[in-house]
């Protein structure tokens, strides 16, 4: 699975292990419901996150756990909002989702569209701040266009598999895209992932 497509096998198995470690632990211990935050990102598959949350519900659900807390956590509304608090209280800001073969499709990526790297850990990020600070700035890294545009791409490298060379060929297509600040210093089109 390590050359999986983001948001592919490999990420269902990731979130299904994680789901169904959250729904023991809400069985175990009397909770009515789960839900995860994995869910109010762009950069999740939405529906990818809730079919392993409803699939962990239904193996515990002969005791007090009777369901998975869905909604529509990625509208423009609740994105925004997601935002606010995030910036209001300073939440650290993380550039990818989490495992090793993200961080490498993710730095490789940055690297063809002339993006900084992610950098784990420290007082600064790859790109931007290492924590959310400005509701409007972190909104726009994670636009729909930001995030559409990154997957179509990921995709395409994904399809290379192990073939170095092949990946090498995808990735330096983007290499004359490199983004430009703005004038008003914001990055236009770079993710935050």
Request: hydrophobic share 30%; with cysteine.
């Amino acid at each position: 699975m390590e050359f999986d497509p983001e948001r592919g096998r490999r990420c269902t198995e990731c979130f299904d292990m994680r789901m169904e470690r959250t729904a023991l632990y809400a069985h175990e211990h009397g909770f009515d419901a789960i839900a995860t935050t994995n869910s109010t990102s762009r950069w999740e598959d939405m529906k990818q996150v809730d079919e392993s949350g409803v699939r962990a519900v239904q193996r515990y659900n002969n005791g007090t756990l009777k369901y998975y807390w869905a909604a529509n956590w990625q509208s423009d509304r609740l994105t925004m909002r997601k935002y606010e608090i995030s910036a209001a209280h300073k939440f650290y800001k993380q550039e990818y989702c989490g495992c090793s073969y993200s961080l490498r499709d993710s730095n490789d990526w940055r690297k063809a569209n002339g993006i900084p790297p992610i950098r784990i850990g420290g007082e600064t990020a790859g790109l931007g701040e290492r924590t959310f600070t400005d509701p409007l700035v972190d909104a726009a890294e994670e636009s729909q266009q930001v995030v559409d545009e990154f997957f179509a791409q990921a995709k395409e490298i994904a399809e290379a598999g192990r073939n170095r060379k092949e990946r090498k060929k995808k990735l330096a297509m983007y290499k004359d895209r490199r983004k430009k600040d703005a004038n008003d210093g914001i990055v236009d089109g770079i993710n935050n992932w």
